[in-house]
């Protein structure tokens, strides 16, 4: 029988959830509305940093860690909402920066920060301070080690467990003593006392115990609400995961399941309230991924919690910020849809839903009593607003705007569409076209997400689809095959299809904008980051005819390079990487074999720059380690030979995406030009 039944929706409790996601993130706009025309707004105002990144309210519910920008990168301060004043945690300087902050308790937090080297490597770090930012001390002191000079290891490291009941502990995860093998330790968030532990490095600051050898190869852990480690998913070396599991939290594992491919995964998400079986996501017999209970003793699937409507992917459990017990289930289609098995929580959404309406609603934190909680109210053409939920009293006020200045101005309009690529395979995405603007004969510019595999497109709010249709431009996303949320056979459509039916789905989206008369076929531009920027070039090459031109960030020009290239020079530092075993095996099996040198430059822009006609612009970060700036000047070097238009930004001390906002900017202002040069009336002339 399922535990698990779901609840219908009806008004507010006194019971809130963490993360919750709620309502709409696309709105449904006919065609037809005409409105007075928006504003061009200044550049800034869709690059810069949120004024407010993060709002996280503290146990008893006094105060909020909030995270902004700050000395040129990330920090925390801490506001009292009983005198609503702020005090700053941190002081991080450029190019440090602060990545997340959590409550360890009322009185402590801990964060994670990544610390930039004397030779550019990005040093990831956790650290523990109290509330008022003394006893600030490093619990994981990230360093490369002395005899790797020239060479670059992060170090992986994860909380596997806060803590919440222990004022001085919390569980981490780290391979710091053995490269692929995480050990799970005890850490002290202070450096008073010993803790009665023993500090296996001399490098942590703090006193640390191993619970234990490594379970497997780069493992993934999972506590029980006890916070004992009993769940562990490895990475191996083949490609392959395995699903370890103990019925405590000490002893010999046992496998409780493998799978090397995505025809039968088991991912374990949380324990059933009594912590005899898991909660796992799953498509084992089955196409889309569902939630079911899992029964380590008879190793097989049990009841099936959610299954989503015929096509849809059961996208997230949701548990309470509390006591980890599963309230409610995440999946998409053009927009969420959250199912409920708490009452309560059922009744808080549907609450939810007539205060906002049209909106995505995330209550990010609330406190342990569940007096009070932080929402986070977003949509297509509204980039955020932190709400605090009053329980004692029924009340949601404004704390602050994530990015106070766009109040009072109208955004672009975020549509749902979809359409039937060639093969007759269904395609969703989104329509982005200017306020006030009809949806009709607009110049057009289509963006692929990067990824490409198991990543997708939302219609929440996108800073660069609103950047371009603030300029008059509409915007289409297409999640083409490949794309995640859609079931493992529409996931798997895309293997091995980069530069064919991959790069289809997005010609068919165009054509059918074309079709439909919402875009000026005279007036279409691609322009991508990652695949994204990949699939930009390639559909300059494939249907040179199509587009007016193409812009490519961070994009892969050369699949041979990306497959049989083993270590990532950036070059900037002169660093390597090393790229792993696992990692090459998986691109192998979504690519291309990498010892079929003639298919991978057949699908490689950089070998087919001769039948380029659009002109061309490049940019990327010269230190980027994902898709090694090589592929940029390779793929330059192509266009300039062949005697093609072709513009250059490369960007030192930027990465995979430029995290600093300055650069951000200069990049759109760039793009921004281009565009208006080549997406004129008058067609521009081909190149030969």
């Not at 696992?582 to 950089?606: F, H, Q």
């Not at 430029?658 to 759109?668: C, G, T, V």
Request: with cysteine; proline share 5%.
């Amino acid at each position: 029988m399922n535990p698990f039944t779901p609840a219908p929706a009806r008004t507010w409790t006194r019971f809130l959830i963490g993360a919750l996601t709620t309502a709409a993130c696309a709105t449904a706009i006919p065609v037809g509305v005409h409105a007075a025309t928006a504003p061009e707004l200044p550049i800034e105002h869709f690059f810069k940093d949120y004024a407010y990144e993060t709002i996280t309210i503290s146990p008893a519910g006094r105060y909020l860690a909030v995270t902004y920008p700050s000395n040129g990168t990330r920090n925390a301060a801490i506001i009292d909402m009983q005198t609503m004043q702020g005090k700053p945690l941190t002081g991080f300087s450029q190019p440090d920066a602060l990545d997340w902050v959590a409550w360890k308790s009322e009185d402590a937090l801990l964060y994670g920060m990544t610390k930039v080297d004397e030779v550019g490597n990005d040093l990831y770090n956790i650290g523990s301070l109290q509330r008022d930012g003394t006893k600030h001390v490093l619990i994981l002191d990230n360093q490369v080690p002395e005899n790797a000079v020239g060479t670059w290891r992060m170090v992986a490291d994860e909380v596997v467990d806060v803590l919440p009941d222990d004022p001085d502990l919390v569980l981490l995860s780290s391979e710091a003593e053995r490269v692929d093998y995480y050990s799970v330790y005890r850490v002290g968030t202070s450096l008073r006392g010993n803790l009665s532990m023993r500090s296996t490095a001399s490098r942590f600051p703090t006193a640390r115990h191993a619970l234990g050898p490594p379970a497997g190869r780069k493992c993934s852990y999972l506590t029980d609400h006890k916070a004992q480690v009993r769940v562990c998913m490895t990475r191996e070396a083949d490609g392959s995961r395995r699903l370890l599991y103990r019925p405590k939290g000490e002893g010999a594992w046992q496998e409780l399941a493998s799978f090397s491919d995505e025809n039968s995964r088991i991912l374990p998400v949380g324990f059933t309230d009594d912590d005899q079986a898991l909660i796992v996501l799953s498509n084992v017999g089955r196409d889309t991924d569902a939630l079911y209970v899992y029964e380590p003793e008879k190793k097989a699937l049990a009841d099936v919690v959610l299954e989503a409507p015929k096509g849809l992917d059961v996208d997230e459990a949701v548990f309470s910020t509390y006591g980890q017990r599963l309230i409610a289930a995440r999946y998409y289609d053009h927009e969420s849809h959250i199912v409920f098995f708490d009452e309560a929580a059922a009744r808080a959404h549907g609450a939810l839903e007539k205060l906002f309406p049209d909106s995505g609603v995330a209550l990010t934190s609330m406190s342990q009593d569940g007096k009070k909680a932080i929402l986070l109210v977003t949509s297509g053409s509204e980039p955020g607003t932190f709400y605090l939920f009053d329980n004692a009293n029924q009340r949601v006020s404004e704390v602050v705007r994530r990015a106070p200045w766009f109040k009072g101005t109208r955004l672009a309009v975020v549509k749902s569409v979809e359409f039937e690529a060639r093969d007759q395979m269904r395609i969703h995405g989104y329509l982005t076209y200017p306020a006030g603007r009809l949806a009709r004969n607009l110049p057009l510019i289509v963006i692929p997400h990067g990824g490409p595999f198991g990543i997708r497109d939302y219609g929440g709010f996108d800073p660069e689809a609103q950047f371009f249709a603030n300029r008059g431009y509409g915007v289409l996303q297409v999640n083409f095959r490949g794309s995640g949320g859609f079931g493992t056979a529409f996931r798997q459509a895309g293997a091995r299809e980069w530069g064919k039916k991959m790069q289809d789905d997005i010609t068919d989206g165009v054509e059918w904008a074309i079709r439909e008369g919402i875009a000026d076929k005279q007036r279409i531009a691609i322009y991508g980051a990652s695949y994204g920027g990949y699939a930009a070039m390639m559909g300059l090459v494939r249907t040179p005819d199509l587009f007016r031109c193409g812009i490519t960030f961070a994009g892969v020009s050369d699949l041979d390079m990306l497959l049989n290239t083993r270590t990532v020079r950036a070059k900037t530092a002169n660093t390597t990487v090393n790229i792993s075993p696992e990692t090459i095996r998986y691109w192998e099996s979504v690519v291309g074999d990498r010892k079929d040198e003639a298919a991978l430059r057949a699908d490689s822009p950089r070998y087919n720059a001769a039948g380029i006609k659009a002109p061309v612009l490049i940019a990327h970060g010269e230190d980027d380690f994902t898709v090694p700036y090589d592929h940029a000047t390779a793929l330059r070097e192509a266009l300039e030979k062949a005697g093609k238009k072709v513009e250059f930004l490369g960007v030192r001390e930027e990465g995979h995406g430029f995290r600093h906002a300055d650069n951000r900017i200069k990049l759109f202002g760039t793009i921004e030009k281009f565009l208006a040069q080549h997406m004129a009336s008058a067609p521009a002339a081909s190149n030969p």
